[in-house]
Nanobody, 123 residues
């Protein structure tokens, strides 16, 4: 069973930065494709970024050049560095793990989900 626990959310002003962390159960890093998703109130969950087992990355257009996904095998952790945050980035952010072999921003390809961490960006 893969377990994921997010942390690092909070409130920040527009233009600021946050770093989200996702602690994953042992042996997940390097075996599963990992991703970050977000869901704003009243909206569907959407893919933000994905990283393959070999470190290849994929980003949604709306976060390119602002967000960076990374993973640390030694710490069993997934990260999302978010810079130049905008009010529209306000959402609950989730990390997820996929048993597939391809980076993906489609939530149906992911098998395991964390509980989420809230990010609020104000003007």
């Amino acid at each position: 069973q893969v377990q994921l626990v997010e942390s690092g959310g909070g409130s920040v002003q527009a233009g600021g930065s946050l770093r989200l962390s996702c602690e994953v159960s042992e042996s997940t890093i390097g075996r599963y494709v990992l991703g970050w998703f977000r869901q704003a109130p009243g909206q569907e969950r959407e893919g933000v970024a994905s990283i393959s087992t070999t470190g290849g990355t994929l980003y949604a257009d709306f976060v390119k050049r602002r967000f960076t996904i990374s993973q640390d095998n030694a710490k069993n952790s997934l990260y999302l560095q978010m810079n130049n945050l905008k009010e529209e980035d306000t959402a609950m952010y989730y990390c997820a793990a996929s048993a597939g072999s391809v980076r993906s921003l489609a939530q149906y390809t992911y098998n395991y989900w964390g509980q989420g961490t809230q990010v609020t960006v104000s003007s």
